[in-house]
């Protein structure tokens, strides 16, 4: 153990105690007892660090896939990143290392294998047959570019096609490049003096495998017969083709264009169409040809045995159609749909009956891939409704702004939430069950409630049951309907702390026990909610006002002064305290015209009506001062025990019971310290140089905030670009003296060195690294709670910590953590019962604290985290008995005092991407790992560790990334995740029926390998493109059982094996070279792209 000798000097303490070595002799041997009596449990064997899920809409996708025997749906995005979804609860997400963006996904239907193809022109083979998928095999192409490709059902054979025209053949199972090649000037008409463009289509006639369909983007469409390698047909149109789909009979195809059109072609007839569509166009009257309208991205041909066949096609809308939303189109025999979609369309797939594609499709549902949401329409239904989706895919809503994590939570939680939740369900959703419905459910292996509350850009809040590695929303609550909605830009003008968003959550701070709930909001208001499961109607929204500025003066005001309370208005019914104001107010509006006295929103006074839920118990709203806009809050803390909500920002501090709906506290920062002040300071008055007010993140040099720490107050880093462009530069000294409020916790401990017992008390954080304690005396329980005040009063406590306050707690003698007192939670709409009352009266707040009830003797420990250090301190003796430095040149971005193995300990996330773990109370360090560094604003502020080893962050703004540092969690692990391949049938293939069979008509297959092989076709140039290995090869084998692919990716294992690997060194330095060539392309890119852009918008 270390000995801190010099402690107080290195602390930088104002006041050094005389008997310095005597005290240290003290500490010495206390700290020497505490070890001894305190067995610590948690060694470094119990942590281990690895992400474990991804909840959410995959961010920019790009591409889409369906297995229709697996059932299992893959998207892929503009990052590489690869997510498959099964049934509700079974989903993956896999990463492509080299981060380019997938152009094209393929399934090996049925084998437990995909094809993905990127922009940087490399395949990857990946086997789904493990829980995590791996790549099997890459090829990456040297000097052409891929633009698209096709797998025909039970072939090995992937079409390859390319920008110059050219198609290559792919083997699947080798992932070598067969010798055959389709050159585009052997396709084309020889006497065509153009280039056809890049390839966009490839498809076999579903009636013949030896005849292939290829669409040039210029519009030419060439059959190609594969064994006698030249063209049958050429169909030629003068608009540009974006897609082509076929009849499954193989007579007709169908291509859509660039003005809009469809044309249907019979394939013996190229010299023009059978018929020329115009799905969105105006007819006119002369027979003349349509109005051109958009491009018709693509187009999909179904067809039914008992009806008209389906075309469904997206985009073709006419140009007259400005600020229409996108549309998918279903055309079914004379009846046209047109179907509106949130979000431009990405790409969308039918889902037919038969993975066949020579029979009746029977077509029953579309998933459409939006840009920022997936849809599922069910075909068979009349009106075509959706699904709903089971899926956690609306986490981006609104731009999500904070996050909380709660890992076991009371029990009754969750029932509770979902309860009231499910009224909120919309209705007239499809009544079939969810068609992606593949894969298995992992085992359960953890039993606790899980809860993720996020708060959002629109001022909403979300609850989330998080339990055993899923996701799923239980209850959104709108914070923003407390408040009069502007309905122009001219009625809004005392929003402008902000530009928009002027609701935004900035911090959450929940009690699940008594399931209190309080938010700040970007524009300095704060509102505290009370769960009930009774519907109310509140007649006058209960609000307080509070004026909280920043300002020293030459001349004190005289101590205790009393200031009458401000004019609220709506609070008629509720008793009026006399508030103490650091500083009177001289009128409600200035006489020099300067905005004075009003909040920045203006809550609704008409009746309320409040669902079961989250109901208001009080709105809080800072006010402006003299001109001063009012500063965002930074801390915010709520007690249910004693009824009280605290919070901060740069200027100061106040506290209000939110019971008798009063304020009980409204102090400038400095005032704190009283004649304590460890900081000389300029006297400053507020009209001098304006405060710079920003959006969500405009996090000064002088502040580093508790939920919203960006930037450490000691980086020099200037971050305004969320800052209004009226707000002026901050002197130093300024800077140096704004000290904001950081962290804040209720507790019941020692307040004073003397104390022989602990009491009801605030802790207070500051940005410079102050812990002040003051004293709460509150009045008995029961209707004299109401009745009496709460008497609030400085400690003279102040203890010095390095860097910003970030998180505090307490443990008792044994070393166990003391949670705050708290109230156990009841319906307050049902009148209680006299047993009841009785009762509520004898109640005093629940403190679960064990040393209320020990002997007075009995001591216990504070634990405080910076920015930069933690420190355990004895108490009531204030003894530093530990201290840890976190980090010397980085500075923490999160600290949480957590449990995990029957024991607790204090997690750190690093601003240089270590994650960090100490035991506690001796603060030894258990983990040190270097998992991300901080890229952007959205990690520091949803960042947030919980119990039982979990912690998440938003990984992008659509997406949760889970990640756990409990060593039994990640052996679990494996467990706990689903199954996405599950041994299914191969449904029979179509009949071709007696006739066919005797005169040859029905499905033509092709011998393959006889064409493509290297007997056949020879080797493909060596230049062309090279394999790389990839890294799940063996672990692939193992999991594939059976299937094409598992069989020959077995044999060429065992080829390896048995020392034959010619050319493997050089693959696997061309794939390092490559990958360190794309990942420099890809983070320049990122730059570039993410320069200017406010971080919750990324």
């Known amino acids: 153990m270390r000995k801190f000798n010099i402690r107080k000097v290195l602390d930088g303490l ?3 105690s005389a008997a310095a070595s005597a005290s240290s002799a003290a500490q010495q041997q206390q700290a020497g007892n505490r070890e001894t009596e305190i067995q610590e449990t948690l060694q470094s064997e119990h942590f281990q660090l690895c992400k474990t899920v991804r909840h959410g809409f995959p961010y920019q996708p790009s591409a889409l896939a369906f297995d229709p025997v697996q059932k299992i749906l893959a998207i892929g995005t503009q990052t590489g990143a690869l997510r498959l979804f099964g049934r509700p609860g079974v989903e993956c997400y896999c990463q492509h290392d080299s981060g380019a963006a997938v152009i094209q996904l393929q399934f090996l239907i049925n084998e437990g294998a995909l094809v993905s193809a990127l922009a940087d022109d490399t395949l990857h083979l990946w086997n ?38 050219n198609i290559h053949i792919v083997n699947v199972e080798s992932f070598t490049l067969s010798g055959y090649v389709i050159m585009w000037n052997k396709a084309i008409e020889l006497s065509s003096k153009s280039h056809p463009g890049p390839i966009v289509h490839i498809s076999d006639n579903p009636m013949d495998e030896g005849k292939l369909l290829i669409g040039f983007e210029s519009g030419t469409v060439v059959l190609w017969d594969l064994k006698s390698k030249k063209a049958d047909y050429r169909y030629t149109h003068d608009e540009a083709i974006h897609s082509v789909a076929w009849h499954h009979e193989g007579k007709q195809f169908i291509c859509s264009h660039s003005d809009g059109t469809l044309t249907i072609w019979n394939v013996k007839s190229p010299t023009k169409p059978f018929q020329t569509i ?133 029990v009754d939680l969750i029932p509770a939430l979902y309860s009231v939740g499910a009224r909120q369900k919309r209705q007239g959703y499809s009544k079939k069950e969810w068609p992606i419905s593949g894969g298995n ?91 009930s499961k009774q519907e109310v109607t509140t007649e006058i929204i209960p609000m307080l006002e509070v004026r909280l500025l920043y300002e020293i003066n030459d001349v004190e005001s005289p101590d205790g002064e009393q200031v009458p309370p401000l004019p609220t208005p709506g609070t008629g019914s509720n008793p009026q305290s006399i508030v103490p104001q650091s500083h009177p107010s001289t009128s409600s509006s200035s006489s020099d015209g300067l ?129 209004r462009s009226r707000s002026s530069s901050v002197t130093s000294i300024d800077k140096e003296s704004r000290e904001a409020i950081s962290a804040l916790h209720f507790c019941e401990t020692f307040t004073r060195k003397n104390d022989t017992s602990p009491s009801p008390c ?74 009841e009352k009785d009762k509520s009266k004898k109640r005093r707040p629940v403190s679960v604290s064990p040393s209320s009830s020990q002997e007075i003797s009995e001591n216990q420990y504070a634990v405080i985290c910076s920015e930069k250090q933690a420190k355990v301190i004895s108490l009531p003796s204030q003894n530093c008995i530990y201290k840890q430095n976190i980090t010397e040149t980085s500075f923490v971005l999160r600290g949480d005092i957590v449990s995990l193995s029957n024991s607790i300990c204090l997690a750190c996330f690093c601003a240089n991407g270590h994650i960090m773990t100490f035991s506690l109370p001796s603060l030894r360090p258990l983990l040190d790992v270097y998992y991300l560094p901080l890229t952007n604003m959205r990690i520091a502020r949803t960042f947030c560790f919980t119990n039982n080893g979990q912690a998440l962050y938003l990984v992008s703004p659509t997406e949760i990334q889970r990640l ?10 494996q467990e706990m995740l689903g199954e996405l391949f599950t041994p299914v049938e191969t449904p029979e293939a179509p009949n071709r029926g007696f006739f066919k069979g005797l005169f040859g008509g029905g499905a033509q297959s092709l ?67 490559y990958s360190a060539d794309s990942f420099s392309k890809h983070a320049h890119e990122m730059m570039l792209k993410y320069k200017d852009k406010k971080w919750y918008q990324f």
């Open 964 to 973: 756990t540092y409990s060593q039994e969690t990640c052996e679990n692990l």
């Open 441 to 531: 459910w992992g085992l359960i292996t953890q039993s606790y409630p899980e809860i993720i509350i996020t708060g959002h850009a629109d001022g909403s809040i979300k609850f989330w049951d998080a339990s055993a590695i899923t996701l799923q929303v239980l209850y959104k609550l709108k914070t923003a309907k407390v408040f009069e909605k502007s309905r122009n830009k001219d009625d809004r003008p005392n929003t402008d702390i902000v530009d928009e968003d002027p609701y935004a959550i900035q911090i959450i701070s929940w009690c699940p026990e008594s399931r209190m709930l309080c938010i700040a909001g970007v524009s300095a208001h704060v509102i505290i909610y009370r769960f």
């Open 762 to 835: 605030l802790w207070v954080g500051t940005t410079l690294g102050t812990v002040l304690v003051i004293v709460l005396n509150l009045p008995p329980g029961g209707e004299q709670r109401l009745l009496q005040p709460v008497i609030v009063s400085p400690s003279g406590t102040i203890l010095r910590l390095k860097g910003a306050i970030l998180r505090m707690a307490f443990l008792d003698t044994t070393g166990s953590l003391v949670p705050p007192a708290h109230e156990p939670w009841r319906e307050h709409n049902v009148p209680e019962d006299k047993d």
């Open 1007 to 1073: 011998d393959r390998e006889e064409l493509f092989g290297e007997s056949a076709a020879g080797k493909a140039s060596r230049s062309l493109a090279q394999h790389i290995p990839g890294p799940g090869g063996i672990e692939g084998v193992k999991g594939a059982a059976s299937g094409v692919v598992g069989e020959l990716a077995r044999a060429r294992l065992a080829l390896d094996e048995r020392g034959q690997k010619l050319g493997e060194l050089e693959e696997k330095t061309a794939a390092m070279l």
């Open 595 to 723: 905005r004075d006295n009003v909040p920045c929103l203006k809550v609704k006074n008409s009746p309320l009506k409040q669902s079961p839920g989250y109901q208001i118990e009080l709105v809080i709203q800072l006010v402006w001062v003299s001109g001063e806009p009012p500063q965002q809050i930074t801390s915010l803390a709520v007690n249910s025990a004693y009824g009280l909500v605290v919070f901060g920002n740069c200027n100061g501090i106040a506290m209000v019971d939110y019971l008798q709906k009063t304020v009980l506290l409204n102090l400038g920062t400095i005032e704190l310290y009283g004649s304590n002040d460890p900081y000389r300071r300029e006297p400053r008055s507020p009209r001098k140089s304006r405060q710079p007010s920003g959006g969500l993140c405009d996090i000064n040099e002088g502040t580093t905030v508790p939920e919203d720490r960006c930037k450490s107050p000691t980086s020099d880093v200037k971050d305004n670009s969320f800052s």
């Open 14 to 16: 104002t006041a050094v």
């Open 278 to 410: 115009t799905p969105h166009g105006k007819q006119l009257k002369d027979g003349k040809k349509p109005e051109p309208c958009k491009p018709i991205l693509k187009v999909e041909y179904k067809t039914t045995r008992a009806g008209e066949p389906f075309i469904i096609l997206s985009g073709g809308l006419s140009y007259d159609t400005v600020g229409r939303r996108p549309c998918l189109t279903v055309m079914h025999g004379k009846s046209t749909a047109v179907l509106e979609m949130d979000y431009s369309i990405v790409d969308f797939l039918t889902l037919c009956e038969t993975p066949y594609p020579n029979d009746f499709q029977e077509p029953y549902a579309v998933v459409v891939l939006l840009e920022k949401d997936l849809v599922l329409i069910d075909l068979a239904q009349n009106g075509y409704p959706i699904f709903e989706n089971p899926y956690p895919l609306t986490i981006h809503e609104s731009p999500v702004t904070c996050c909380e994590y709660f890992a076991d939570c009371p």
């Open 128 to 165: 789904l047959r493990q829980k995590r998928p791996a790549i099997l095999h890459s090829l990456k192409f040297n000097r052409e570019r891929i633009t698209f490709c096709h797998l025909p059902f039970q072939s090995k054979w992937l079409y390859v096609g390319t920008e110059r025209g």
